[in-house]
């Protein structure tokens, strides 16, 4: 019998499994033909000890654990029903927690939170005795089912209750449809409700598994959470290890109801490959269904293809991470400084709570208006809890400061060609309410509302009733212009419910004479363009194009087919519509309808073409995507701002060479004129073409002429000289001698011919 090693294996079989291994690993680096997931099988030696290794410095002692998980783990389902719902503002979101426990990515050390009584503030903590809780040092960052890096392949279930209920829809934050039956629906729904089912996501390769997060279903019509559940993990997906509270399964706290998540971290980290939740109990009134995230930290893998070929990486030298109120003004601050030739903070109103509304302008004379220079604005966090575009913003102008430090002829040309302003938080309130939730425990609602409860996207006047109700009465277009559609009485009255954030912008709007301008949202992949709101008031989703139609589908267009998912075909929908068919663009209304929005009032009542940037499904991407997250969106920042100079640009004069303001711009065959600014200059956004163009004024004589837009970079210039109307000179030559102006209008008086004979 050949000699046996410490295990009771035969060292002959272990000296042949390592030569084995020894052979695939030389046949690999001689370019043999391995396959992605051969590394996989090759962890079936592994012994079950092997899912809880871990560093000795990680290690938590065995009595701390037991105090924590005594509050935080529920021993049977029965218990989890009994257990009072954990207090919301107790938890830290795991990207801020993370920061907490280890430096930042450029260096940052945060401080450790502490309660009221000194000790660490932990997850889930629901007994005030946990203050000399100890929690493991290593956070790790979501996987990526929100946002996407988990595809649907790597989604299994025990059973499904229909495809539109399967496994691919247990992600985190995924909203359904209107209806039932959809397609597409809010949750994975087991076929049948017992303790048997399970959801599992395969990571691809070794992982360290630190926690859970869960929902119930997006529904508005169901109700349907669970309640506790266990978590098993496997290095195969045949043999399971459920994790142990000493001898018995641990049993987590799920959720009491289905919006707010719930995070469960693991009080020792498990390395595997597969993951698995399995629902204990869950409401009386529903069913099995649930949305997960899972925080995992992938191990280190270098015979991995799959994932080094994949990895998205960036050069940029960036702060990468969500910035507060504080730290965004001084982030601010410190590009100001770096280039303060061509930067400038200022603000353009408060919020209800009193935080200015910061914008950041590049140009090459900041604070100036430039004669025949267009305006281009981008704004982010009208909905305080969609975060990505914020961060874009600020890592947006750092990296244009850079850049035009380093001489890149391309930012150069854009900041000496165009007055840029960055306006990153509409709504700072907002946006602190989901900071301190975190990126993972917001949902997808908190702190999307201004601290008044209102929409500031859709909370602006409907000027587009106005136009249309006098459109279908057939008024005159003098009374009723295509364009600068008044503001209604009503709306700028003190008892109007409106946000001091949207005053703001409207006065912001209104002084400076913008040409065009993206809003940055979150939660889908997609731009759209006004109209937002259906010309139909019965109904809900109606294509509703604008006169500008053309130009707007290729100002949409500009940013979609650049960025680097938008229009991938192949890609994963974000939740119940697939706008990559549609080349990552829609017109806002055939999406759905609302009155009222941003979109809608810059194009009716300013010169400026808006529409609204959808960044990504994630609303609030944990801090580790943010690299990732600026490579997608990079260059088209940078394309969709160079479009401002696409059409006709010019300036239209008096005789006398002067600058007249608000004079009309109209292009016909579109039925929305624009309007001169105060220096007589104006911008006509246009797609490539021949178009017969008319400047107009009050007391001028119009003057037309055929502008020519070719497909290069660069506005056409086309400059106009009115003369002064013969009326309008009479009128002057009147007022100037105090004398009333003759009536022109009628014929000379019949009742009194004699006298009128006599007088002469």
């Known amino acids: ?58 290690l938590t002692p065995p009595e701390e654990l037991e105090r924590d998980w005594g509050a935080r783990i529920l021993q049977s389902p029965k218990a989890a029903e009994k257990e009072p719902k954990a207090k919301r503002e107790n938890g830290r979101h795991p990207d801020r927690a993370a920061a907490d426990a280890t430096p930042g990515k450029n260096g940052n050390n ?16 629901a007994s005030e005795g946990e203050k000399h809780y100890k929690p493991v040092k290593e956070k790790c960052p979501p996987m990526g089912l929100e946002t996407l890096k988990i595809d649907d392949f790597q989604l299994h279930a025990s059973t499904m209750r229909r495809y539109s209920l399967g496994a691919h829809r247990g992600r985190l934050n995924i909203q359904a449809g209107i209806y039932e039956d959809e397609f597409y629906e809010g949750a994975w729904c087991a076929g049948r409700n017992d303790p048997l089912q399970w959801f599992e996501v395969d990571a691809r390769r070794l992982t360290k598994f630190t926690g859970v997060i869960t929902q119930g279903r997006s529904s508005l019509w169901s109700s349907d959470w669970v309640t506790s559940y266990r978590v098993l993990v496997s290095n195969d997906s045949h043999t399971w290890v459920t994790m142990k509270n000493g001898t018995q399964d641990m049993i987590f706290r799920g959720n009491v109801e289905k919006e707010i998540p719930v995070l469960n971290e693991f009080p020792v980290p498990a390395v595997a490959r597969y993951i698995r939740v399995n629902p ?20 280190p893998d270098p015979n991995n293809y799959y994932h080094r070929r994949n990895e998205i990486t960036t050069t940029d030298n960036l702060d990468f991470r969500h910035h507060g109120y504080k730290e965004m003004r001084q982030l601010m601050k410190i590009v100001n400084e770096m280039c303060p030739n061509i930067t400038r903070i200022y603000n353009i109103g408060k919020s209800h709570n009193g935080l200015k509304l910061y914008a950041f302008e590049i140009s090459d004379n900041p604070g100036e208006h430039e004669l025949g220079e267009p305006e281009f604005r981008y704004t982010a966090g009208s909905h305080g809890n969609e975060v990505l575009g914020r961060e874009l913003l600020l890592l947006l102008m750092q990296f244009m400061c850079q850049e035009y430090l380093s001489g890149n002829p391309r930012v150069r040309r854009l900041v000496e060609e165009t007055r840029i302003h960055l306006l990153p938080s509409i709504n700072p309130d907002g946006y602190e309410v989901a900071f301190e939730a975190g990126s993972e425990l917001g949902g997808w609602s908190l702190g999307r509302w201004s601290q008044d409860g209102l929409d500031i996207h859709h ?50 709007m209104e002084k400076i004479p913008f040409v065009l301008g993206g809003n940055l949202q979150g939660g889908e992949l997609v731009v759209t363009f006004p109209f937002d709101k259906t ?67 810059s194009y009716l009542h300013t010169n400026c073409f808006e529409l609204s940037v959808f960044v990504g499904c994630d609303k609030f991407p944990h801090e580790s995507e943010l690299p990732h997250e600026w490579e997608n969106n990079r260059e088209s920042l940078l394309v969709f701002m160079e479009q401002v100079h696409r059409g006709i ?31 007589g200059d104006y911008w006509r956004l246009l797609n490539p073409g021949e178009y017969k163009v008319t400047a107009k004024a009050e007391g001028y004589v119009p003057s037309s002429k055929v502008c020519e837009v070719g497909y290069e970079m660069g506005a056409t210039r086309c400059d106009f000289v009115i003369a002064r109307s013969n009326l309008s000179r009479i009128r002057e030559i009147m007022e100037k001698y105090r004398k009333q102006p003759v009536n022109l209008s009628g014929r000379p008086s019949l009742r009194h011919p004699r006298r009128n004979h006599r007088g002469t």
């Open 535 to 601: 010309r139909s008031v019965d109904k809900t989703r109606e294509p509703t194009p604008t006169p500008d139609d053309h130009v707007f589908r290729w100002l949409a267009f500009s940013y979609a087919s650049t960025h680097r998912l938008m229009t991938d075909a192949s890609r994963r929908v974000c939740h119940t519509v697939d706008f990559a068919k549609e080349d990552g663009t829609a017109n806002g209304a055939s999406w759905h309808t609302a009155a009222g929005s941003m979109n809608d009032f």
């Open 459 to 508: 909370n602006f006047p409907d000027l587009n009733s106005i136009l249309w109700e006098a459109e279908a009465k057939k008024l005159s277009p003098r009374k009723v212009l295509n364009h600068h559609v008044p503001i209604p009485e009503w709306y700028q009255s003190k008892n109007a419910t409106v946000a001091m954030e949207t005053r703001a912008l409207i006065t912001w």
């Open 649 to 679: 640009k010019g300036v239209v004069r008096d005789s006398q060479g002067r600058g007249i303001a608000n004079a009309v711009i109209s292009v016909e065959g579109i039925n929305h004129d624009i309007r001169t600014v105060s220096d």
């Open 1 to 58: 019998m050949p000699p046996l090693g410490k295990r009771g294996y035969p060292l002959t079989h272990l000296a042949l499994t390592l030569l084995g291994v020894l052979t695939l690993l030389l046949l690999d680096g001689a370019g043999g033909l391995i396959a992605d997931d051969e590394d996989y099988y090759m962890q079936e030696l592994l012994t079950r000890e092997h899912y809880y290794r871990i560093p000795e410095e990680n």
């Open 280 to 299: 204990r109990s869950w409401f009386s009134g529903g069913s099995v269904c649930m949305r997960v995230e899972i925080l995992g930290c992938p191990m």
């Open 110 to 125: 945060n401080k450790v939170p502490k309660n009221k009584k000194g000790g660490l503030k932990t997850p889930n903590s």
